[in-house]
């Protein structure tokens, strides 16, 4: 049984390299071949399910050694694969919402010429995102973690012809590297601690090492998951990242990658535990993000950048509770799964709507859409109301466990917490409102695209209607399923352990805080946009309107920050080399050129002069000779 | 006679082939201010051959004018080719390689 | 005592002389008997040094196969060759690089309304070669580099070394001077000639130094009873204490030699010659420089810097790695300011070569085990990198990046081979170059931390720079000069698909290189006296984890 981990990450790895290879003999139906594979893959994912679930809780994480990668002396680095309870609810995730979204990009990309290459990378990024979640050691994992930073790059930058997307994919991946640098760093730390990086000997040695080595590993683990993950300080790629294929930003910016960053926290929980200045740091971030991505939500009238401010949001609130420690884990995971159908259906729903309306993306151009596209409506409504977190869908069991945690973190810390993560629900409640309102309600503000045609809505085909349908259907039962005697919790308990904490306020307190905060935040949203018209040309707004529309000034911040002083540095350096180095050189080779065509004047061409130079060069020898020897 | 005064003609020969060498232009005469030259050696050598009663000096006198029959043979051949191109055997023409 | 070492190194020096003789003439037909006698030898040598390299036993002794034939005997020079797993490693790459670079330059050397109109001007290397001959002489210099770079690897004496190290550059210059780019204007012959001069002058005075160390090293050599060249003899000597230097001597001898290797690997600040060279020559011959010849300097190094001087090359160490961490940055900032694509990937060069001397000069076996293998993979990615940056440079006839746009649309399959170049330069992981970058770092990190983390800041820079050049040259709307760009010949795929398999392959399993080179590493480690920084809580206890 354990032989078919590898084939996981085997089946759309081929598939990827098939249609990459196979050249336009696939053209015709490469697409299926991909959903197949990966089809395949979620059934494989199902098989070792049901292996697993027929064992017992402490016998369930099973591993499998496939060969020694990198053998030097001391540093061992093997491709070899754990599969327990953590890596299997990723595994379920990524290749059941992965399929979906295959099956979803078969009618989205129908009428693509280069829908081959663009199913080959969504079956490289299953590939690379079922590697990250299986490895058995860091520096695997670090080959999954670039792969799908490659695939996201080639996914985001697929409409190359656009400029805008091509900067976007390059600034996704550079961005990324930054926090992939955090990682390579804690890999080292790690060898230098432990002499290994494979996930047991790191986490059995963790109580060993000395706190200060912990954090520091720490946070460079929290520095890969801030540029996976989208997280302050490195978040700018996430909204940019919006120009690829829709079903790219359900798939990876939305349902999985993105949440690598807390599959990595969430992994590496035997040292953050042990590190409770990092998990301090990793709990800031969460908390910054949540507001940062939800008030960035609220501005925005491109439905996909709207909902990347939800989606970075969202990722805000799993790494405030996977900071938390034991409290947490599990319940960043569960919100992570329940996030994982609701956005990828909001993000299906967006890009239904975008078909619908030649690929318009801004929502004051939309309005009145409920009559025209009713499954898409009643898909995207649902998952709308998951999101907000409406009592008895899945956003709402999900996302009470964590404020509930945030509130048991104790202290004023845990106020702070518990408040944040509250204002964080009204302010969701109000931006997803928003979106509802100004995309399905109200008048119709339909726009002529560049070429003059007017919009037809129409609602979108079965291929891509069905994978709606079934993440609706996840996104309203998951949670409660989850919930159901703490399901989800025992499952993940024996991997990421589980503290309770005392929170200050009763569950049920919560519960109902909860519940009036995201009311208030839906009734704000209904009086500003539901009850009065909404204008097609966007008014100037309150200058935090502004900031917000320009993702609060991040890439004005890291451009002033970064670039201009690395392009000055660039600059000066080029013409440092240029002039400075082989300037002293060239300097150098002109000093003895022109001393050499000075002495080059000697050579006056007369035999004569020659002579003479001999004859005199002679009697000086002679007669130095003759006094040396006189003296 | 003296054996020296040997000497003395022999360096006055030389002087005169030296003299001539720097001051004179045409390729010949120059040519032949450097057989004067070797042939004021030769003169020396065969000297101090008879004044030390070795035959050393008088070996090396004709391996001398070896050299310089072989010297004349290409020397002469070298200024033939001169002329016939340049029109003039005069040393001050020939100055291509002066840059 | 079997030949085969020397067949190795004679067959491409018989295969230069043979080609150069081949009867000469601008027609197709000659200059295919021409390139086909070329590459059939290039084919021989490879199988040659491939059957060394499968030979050597890594378990066995230090030096294999080794041969001696008396030279000079007064100075007790012998010709004298044997592999150690980095020599037999890295003349195996030469020889996989070179029927490759072949193949990308099959018309490089045509004459023809084509090929550069350089008249032949007589401060032009071109009036070297007539133009009857250049496809002659082109291939016949090929052959000669491999022919003295495989003996500069196989070398056990270093007088041979030297000699070989210094005679390499002679036909690299012609190579240079003498074949440029098509893509050169009016002032291409003047910008080649600087160009060759400037590789010919820094290397020759590089070399010279060296054999002022080299002759010093003898006098002192002889004076204590070791009058020989021969490196195993030495440096035992040196091992057991027999041949000592004083402090002062053995600090100039190792500067001697390392000034030689720095300025040919290249090393900051000695790398200026490197991006004139790479930019003005052929793509094929900027294959030649840095990912063959450069390799010697960097093999040097190892071999001889280390293996004679282990006391000298700690002193200098803490130094030799600040240089090669600024070379780092450097390269990879200087990369990302360049408007030349081939001088881009120049000075992308020097970052990665400051990559290798960072991992010689830790002292790890991680970091030489990852420097040798750096060698070799960074030989293969930039190859592949370098030789389809070549054949966009060829059809559009500019080097600048700024006359290339959305090449991508109308030449999927070059960009494609390009991007997975550029990956690799970046060092992704799954890639060759990411596990000899990742080893050469742990095993910085693992001694000097700081250092290690500079160093990281180059993963960055060099995503930024080999990203930059892709999506410039790549992506964006196709530019009007670009239309009817014509993707990929079967030759040009035949060039690049067997280096993209193996960047690939050795990024998967680099475990046949690994086990080849441990053995020679832990060789020169215990000559310098090193050992690994141990892990401050070894897993001792839970050792079932690393061993499944």
Same mark, same amino acid.
């Given at each position: 049984?354990?032989?078919?981990?590898?084939?996981?990450?085997?089946?759309?790895?081929?598939?990827?390299?098939?249609?990459?290879?196979?050249?336009?003999?696939?053209?015709?139906?490469?697409?299926?071949?991909?959903?197949?594979?990966?089809?395949?893959? &979620?059934?494989?994912?199902?098989?070792?399910?049901?292996?697993?679930?027929?064992?017992?809780?402490?016998?369930?994480?099973?591993?499998?050694?496939?060969?020694?990668?990198?053998?030097?002396?001391?540093?061992?680095?093997?491709?070899?694969?754990?599969?327990?309870?953590?890596?299997?609810?990723? /595994?379920?995730?990524?290749?059941?919402?992965?399929?979906?979204?295959?099956?979803?990009?078969?009618?989205?990309?129908?009428?693509?010429?280069?829908?081959?290459?663009?199913?080959?990378?969504?079956?490289? &990024?299953?590939?690379?995102?079922?590697?990250?979640?299986?490895?058995?050691?860091?520096?695997?994992?670090?080959?999954?973690?670039?792969?799908?930073?490659?695939?996201?790059?080639?996914?985001?930058?697929?409409?190359?012809?656009?400029?805008?997307?091509?900067?976007?994919?390059?600034?996704?991946?550079?961005?990324?590297?930054?926090?992939?640098?955090?990682?390579?760093?804690?890999?080292?730390?790690?060898?230098?601690?432990?002499?290994?990086?494979?996930?047991?000997?790191?986490?059995?040695?963790?109580?060993?090492?000395?706190?200060?080595?912990?954090?520091?590993?720490?946070?460079?683990?929290?520095?890969?998951?801030?540029?996976?993950?989208?997280?302050?300080?490195?978040?700018?790629?996430?909204g940019?990242a919006m120009e690829g294929p829709t079903p790219?930003s359900a798939?990876?910016h939305a349902?999985?990658?993105?949440?690598?960053?807390?599959?990595?926290?969430?992994?590496?929980?035997?040292?953050?535990?042990?590190?409770?200045?990092?998990?301090?740091?990793?709990?800031? /971030?969460?908390?910054?993000?949540?507001?940062?991505?939800?008030?960035v939500g609220c501005a925005k009238d491109d439905i996909k950048k709207a909902l990347a401010g939800s989606t970075?949001?969202?990722?805000?609130?799993?790494?405030?509770?996977?900071?938390?420690?034991?409290?947490?884990?599990?319940?960043?995971?569960?919100?992570?799964?329940?996030?994982?159908?609701?956005k990828?259906g909001l993000f299906l729903g967006a890009g239904s709507v975008m078909h619908g309306m030649n690929d318009e993306v801004s929502m004051r151009h939309y309005g009145?859409l409920?009559?025209?596209m009713?499954?898409t409506f009643?898909?995207f409504g649902?998952g709308y109301?998951?999101i907000?977190?409406?009592?008895?869908?899945?956003?709402?069991?999900?996302?009470?466990?964590?404020?509930?945690?945030?509130?048991?973190?104790?202290?004023?810390?845990?106020?702070?917490?518990?408040?944040?993560?509250?204002?964080?629900?009204?302010?969701?409640?109000?931006y997803m409102t928003r979106v509802m309102l100004l995309t399905f309600f109200g008048?119709?503000r339909w726009q002529?695209?560049?070429?003059?045609?007017?919009p037809?809505p129409?609602?979108?085909?079965?291929?891509?209607?069905?994978?709606?349908?079934?993440?609706?259907?996840?996104?309203?039962?998951?949670?409660?399923?989850?919930?159901?005697?703490?399901?989800?919790?025992?499952?993940?308990?024996?991997?990421?352990?589980?503290?309770?904490?005392?929170?200050?306020?009763?569950?049920?307190?919560?519960?109902?805080?909860?519940?009036?905060?995201?009311?208030?935040?839906?009734?704000?949203?209904?009086?500003?946009y539901?009850?009065?018209?909404v204008?097609?040309?966007p008014?100037?707004?309150?200058?935090?309107?502004?900031?917000?529309r320009?993702?609060?000034?991040?890439?004005?911040?890291?451009?002033?920050?970064?670039?201009?002083?690395?392009?000055?540095?660039?600059?000066?350096?080029?013409?440092?080399?240029?002039?400075?180095?082989?300037?002293?050189?060239?300097?150098?080779?002109?000093?003895?050129?022109?001393?050499?065509?000075?002495?080059?004047?000697?050579?006056?061409?007369?035999?004569?002069?020659?002579?003479?130079?001999?004859?005199?060069?002679?009697?000086?020898?002679?007669?130095?000779?003759?006094?040396?020897?006189?003296? | 006679?003296?054996?020296?005064?040997?000497?003395?003609?022999?360096?006055?020969?030389?002087?005169?082939?030296?003299?001539?060498?720097?001051?004179?232009?045409?390729?010949?005469?120059?040519?032949?201010?450097?057989?004067?030259?070797?042939?004021?050696?030769?003169?020396?050598?065969?000297?101090?051959?008879?004044?030390?009663?070795?035959?050393?000096?008088?070996?090396?006198?004709?391996?001398?004018?070896?050299?310089?029959?072989?010297?004349?043979?290409?020397?002469?051949?070298?200024?033939?080719?001169?002329?016939?191109?340049?029109?003039?055997?005069?040393?001050?023409?020939?100055?291509?390689?002066?840059? | 005592?079997?030949?085969?070492?020397?067949?190795?190194?004679?067959?491409?020096?018989?295969?230069?002389?043979?080609?150069?003789?081949?009867?000469?003439?601008?027609?197709?037909?000659?200059?295919?008997?021409?390139?086909?006698?070329?590459?059939?030898? #290039?084919?021989?040598?490879?199988?040659?040094?491939?059957?060394?390299?499968?030979?050597?036993?890594?378990?066995?002794?230090?030096?294999?196969?080794?041969?001696?034939?008396?030279?000079?005997?007064?100075?007790?020079?012998?010709?004298?060759?044997?592999?150690?797993?980095?020599?037999?490693?890295?003349?195996?790459?030469?020889?996989?690089?070179?029927?490759?670079?072949?193949?990308?330059?099959?018309?490089?050397?045509?004459?023809?309304?084509?090929?550069?109109?350089?008249?032949?001007?007589?401060?032009?290397?071109?009036?070297?070669?007539?133009?009857?001959?250049?496809?002659?002489?082109?291939?016949?210099?090929?052959?000669?580099?491999?022919? %003295?770079?495989?003996?500069?690897?196989?070398?056990?004496?270093?007088?041979?070394?030297?000699?070989?190290?210094?005679? %390499?550059?002679?036909? %690299?210059?012609?190579?240079?001077?003498?074949?440029?780019?098509?893509?050169?204007?009016?002032?291409?012959?003047?910008?080649?000639?600087?160009?060759?001069?400037?590789?010919?002058?820094?290397?020759?005075?590089?070399?010279?130094? %060296?054999?002022?160390?080299?002759?010093?090293?003898?006098?002192?050599?002889?004076?204590?009873?070791?009058?020989?060249?021969?490196?195993?003899?030495?440096?035992?000597?040196?091992?057991?204490?027999?041949?000592?230097?004083?402090?002062?001597? #053995?600090?100039?001898?190792?500067?001697?030699?390392?000034?030689?290797?720095?300025?040919?690997?290249?090393?900051?600040?000695?790398?200026?010659?490197?991006?004139?060279?790479?930019?003005?020559?052929?793509?094929? +011959?900027?294959?030649?420089?840095?990912?063959?010849?450069?390799?010697?300097?960097?093999?040097?190094?190892?071999?001889?810097?280390?293996?004679?001087?282990?006391?000298?090359?700690?002193?200098?160490?803490?130094?030799?790695?600040?240089?090669?961490?600024?070379?780092?940055?450097?390269?990879?900032?200087?990369?990302?300011?360049?408007?030349?694509?081939?001088?881009?990937?120049?000075?992308?060069?020097?970052?990665?070569?400051?990559?290798?001397?960072?991992?010689?000069?830790?002292?790890?076996?991680?970091?030489?085990?990852?420097?040798?293998?750096?060698?070799?993979?960074?030989?293969? #990615?930039?190859?592949?990198?370098?030789?389809?940056?070549?054949?966009?440079?060829?059809?559009?006839? #500019?080097?600048?990046?700024?006359?290339?746009?959305?090449?991508?649309?109308?030449?999927?399959?070059?960009?494609?081979?390009?991007?997975?170049?550029?990956?690799?330069?970046?060092?992704?992981?799954?890639?060759?170059?990411?596990?000899?970058?990742?080893?050469?770092?742990?095993?910085?990190?693992?001694?000097?931390?700081?250092?290690?983390?500079?160093?990281?800041?180059?993963?960055?820079?060099?995503?930024?720079?080999?990203?930059?050049?892709?999506?410039?040259?790549? +992506?964006?709307?196709?530019?009007?000069?670009?239309?009817?760009?014509?993707?990929?010949?079967?030759?040009?795929?035949?060039?690049?698909?067997?280096?993209?398999?193996? +960047?690939?392959?050795?990024?998967?399993?680099?475990?046949?290189?690994?086990?080849?080179?441990?053995?020679?590493?832990?060789?020169?480690?215990?000559?310098?006296?090193?050992?690994?920084?141990?892990?401050?809580?070894?897993?001792?206890?839970?050792?079932?984890?690393?061993?499944?």
């Amino acid at each position: 049984m354990n032989s078919l981990i590898p084939l996981l990450v085997a089946a759309p790895l081929a598939g990827a390299a098939l249609l990459l290879l196979g050249g336009p003999a696939l053209d015709r139906f490469g697409h299926w071949l991909a959903t197949a594979l990966a089809a395949l893959s &979620f059934g494989f994912g199902l098989a070792l399910f049901s292996d697993m679930l027929g064992r017992g809780a402490e016998h369930r994480a099973v591993g499998q050694h496939l060969f020694s990668w990198i053998p030097v002396n001391g540093f061992q680095a093997d491709v070899s694969f754990r599969l327990d309870q953590l890596s299997m609810t990723f /595994v379920l995730l990524i290749t059941g919402v992965g399929t979906l979204i295959h099956l979803y990009s078969v009618g989205y990309m129908a009428h693509d010429e280069r829908r081959r290459r663009f199913f080959a990378y969504l079956n490289l &990024f299953l590939a690379a995102m079922l590697l990250l979640v299986v490895a058995d050691n860091y520096l695997l994992l670090y080959v999954g973690w670039e792969g799908v930073g490659l695939a996201s790059y080639l996914l985001i930058g697929f409409w190359q012809h656009k400029p805008s997307a091509a900067t976007a994919a390059k600034k996704a991946f550079i961005v990324n590297r930054v926090g992939d640098m955090g990682l390579s760093i804690a890999i080292m730390l790690m060898f230098v601690e432990f002499g290994s990086f494979a996930f047991d000997p790191v986490f059995g040695g963790a109580s060993r090492a000395s706190e200060g080595r912990l954090t520091a590993i720490g946070l460079m683990l929290l520095l890969a998951a801030c540029g996976k993950s989208a997280q302050v300080p490195l978040q700018s790629w996430l909204g940019d990242a919006m120009e690829g294929p829709t079903p790219v930003s359900a798939l990876i910016h939305a349902a999985t990658m993105v949440t690598a960053g807390v599959y990595l926290i969430t992994r590496s929980a035997a040292i953050f535990n042990l590190a409770p200045d990092a998990q301090t740091a990793v709990v800031v /971030v969460g908390a910054v993000t949540l507001l940062f991505g939800a008030i960035v939500g609220c501005a925005k009238d491109d439905i996909k950048k709207a909902l990347a401010g939800s989606t970075m949001s969202q990722i805000g609130y799993m790494i405030l509770v996977a900071g938390l420690g034991p409290i947490g884990y599990a319940f960043a995971i569960m919100h992570l799964v329940t996030h994982g159908f609701f956005k990828a259906g909001l993000f299906l729903g967006a890009g239904s709507v975008m078909h619908g309306m030649n690929d318009e993306v801004s929502m004051r151009h939309y309005g009145g859409l409920r009559k025209y596209m009713p499954v898409t409506f009643v898909t995207f409504g649902l998952g709308y109301l998951a999101i907000i977190g409406f009592p008895g869908l899945s956003g709402f069991f999900s996302k009470d466990k964590i404020i509930e945690a945030a509130f048991a973190k104790g202290g004023t810390e845990g106020w702070i917490l518990g408040l944040c993560a509250l204002v964080g629900t009204t302010v969701t409640a109000f931006y997803m409102t928003r979106v509802m309102l100004l995309t399905f309600f109200g008048e119709k503000r339909w726009q002529p695209d560049a070429e003059g045609n007017a919009p037809h809505p129409h609602e979108s085909p079965k291929t891509m209607t069905i994978p709606m349908i079934l993440l609706a259907i996840g996104s309203v039962f998951a949670g409660g399923l989850f919930a159901l005697n703490d399901s989800f919790l025992t499952w993940l308990e024996p991997v990421t352990g589980h503290a309770e904490g005392n929170s200050p306020l009763a569950p049920l307190t919560v519960t109902l805080l909860t519940t009036a905060c995201m009311l208030a935040g839906v009734g704000l949203s209904y009086v500003m946009y539901g009850r009065s018209a909404v204008p097609v040309v966007p008014p100037v707004g309150s200058p935090l309107t502004r900031a917000a529309r320009r993702d609060l000034l991040q890439d004005e911040f890291n451009h002033a920050a970064l670039v201009r002083p690395g392009s000055a540095l660039t600059a000066t350096l080029v013409y440092f080399d240029s002039r400075g180095l082989d300037g002293f050189v060239n300097g150098l080779a002109a000093t003895i050129g022109g001393v050499s065509s000075r002495l080059r004047r000697v050579q006056n061409g007369f035999v004569r002069s020659y002579a003479l130079s001999m004859f005199g060069g002679t009697l000086l020898l002679v007669a130095t000779t003759l006094l040396m020897r006189s003296f | 006679m003296n054996p020296v005064n040997y000497l003395y003609l022999s360096a006055l020969l030389f002087t005169i082939g030296a003299s001539g060498v720097l001051i004179r232009r045409n390729a010949i005469v120059l040519f032949m201010c450097v057989e004067l030259m070797l042939n004021a050696s030769n003169l020396a050598l065969v000297t101090f051959s008879r004044l030390h009663g070795t035959l050393d000096g008088q070996i090396i006198a004709f391996f001398t004018m070896v050299v310089a029959a072989a010297e004349v043979v290409v020397g002469l051949a070298i200024i033939v080719s001169i002329f016939r191109t340049r029109h003039s055997a005069s040393v001050d023409d020939s100055n291509l390689m002066k840059l | 005592m079997s030949a085969l070492l020397t067949a190795t190194c004679a067959v491409p020096a018989a295969g230069a002389v043979l080609t150069a003789a081949l009867p000469a003439g601008s027609t197709e037909a000659r200059r295919s008997t021409t390139k086909a006698v070329a590459l059939g030898v #290039s084919a021989v040598t490879l199988a040659l040094a491939a059957a060394v390299a499968a030979q050597f036993d890594p378990h066995g002794d230090r030096y294999q196969l080794t041969e001696s034939y008396s030279w000079i005997r007064s100075f007790g020079i012998t010709f004298s060759l044997g592999v150690d797993g980095i020599g037999a490693v890295l003349a195996l790459l030469t020889a996989v690089l070179v029927p490759i670079v072949m193949l990308a330059s099959w018309h490089d050397a045509d004459p023809g309304p084509a090929a550069p109109a350089a008249p032949a001007t007589p401060d032009a290397p071109d009036g070297t070669f007539e133009n009857r001959r250049r496809t002659q002489g082109f291939f016949a210099l090929i052959l000669a580099v491999e022919a %003295m770079v495989v003996v500069a690897f196989y070398a056990t004496d270093i007088f041979v070394f030297y000699v070989f190290f210094e005679a %390499m550059l002679i036909p %690299m210059y012609f190579l240079i001077g003498g074949f440029g780019d098509r893509a050169g204007g009016p002032e291409s012959a003047r910008q080649r000639s600087y160009a060759a001069v400037k590789f010919l002058l820094y290397n020759l005075l590089g070399g010279l130094v %060296m054999l002022a160390a080299v002759i010093g090293l003898y006098v002192i050599a002889q004076d204590q009873g070791f009058a020989t060249f021969d490196l195993p003899t030495l440096s035992s000597a040196i091992a057991d204490g027999k041949l000592q230097f004083s402090g002062t001597a #053995s600090k100039a001898l190792f500067l001697g030699f390392f000034f030689a290797f720095a300025v040919k690997a290249p090393l900051w600040p000695l790398h200026t010659w490197l991006p004139n060279a790479m930019g003005e020559a052929t793509a094929g +011959t900027a294959v030649l420089i840095t990912a063959v010849v450069d390799k010697v300097g960097t093999f040097a190094m190892l071999r001889f810097c280390l293996g004679l001087f282990p006391d000298a090359s700690k002193t200098f160490a803490p130094a030799i790695l600040v240089l090669s961490v600024i070379g780092i940055i450097y390269g990879a900032l200087l990369a990302v300011g360049q408007k030349d694509i081939k001088r881009l990937v120049a000075y992308a060069s020097i970052s990665h070569f400051g990559f290798i001397i960072m991992g010689i000069f830790a002292l790890t076996s991680q970091g030489q085990s990852g420097a040798t293998l750096y060698m070799v993979n960074h030989g293969i #990615s930039t190859a592949a990198w370098m030789l389809v940056a070549g054949f966009l440079i060829s059809r559009r006839g #500019s080097r600048l990046i700024a006359d290339y746009g959305g090449v991508q649309k109308v030449a999927p399959v070059l960009a494609g081979t390009f991007l997975v170049g550029s990956l690799a330069t970046l060092s992704l992981p799954g890639l060759a170059p990411f596990v000899s970058e990742f080893l050469v770092l742990v095993g910085t990190f693992t001694r000097y931390p700081a250092i290690g983390i500079v160093a990281t800041f180059g993963i960055v820079l060099a995503a930024l720079y080999a990203l930059l050049l892709y999506q410039r040259t790549m +992506t964006g709307p196709v530019k009007a000069e670009v239309t009817g760009m014509p993707d990929l010949k079967v030759r040009e795929l035949a060039v690049v698909a067997p280096l993209v398999a193996l +960047t690939i392959l050795l990024g998967v399993y680099p475990k046949p290189i690994t086990d080849i080179v441990n053995p020679a590493v832990n060789a020169t480690l215990s000559q310098v006296h090193r050992t690994d920084p141990a892990p401050a809580h070894p897993v001792a206890a839970t050792s079932g984890g690393e061993q499944k």
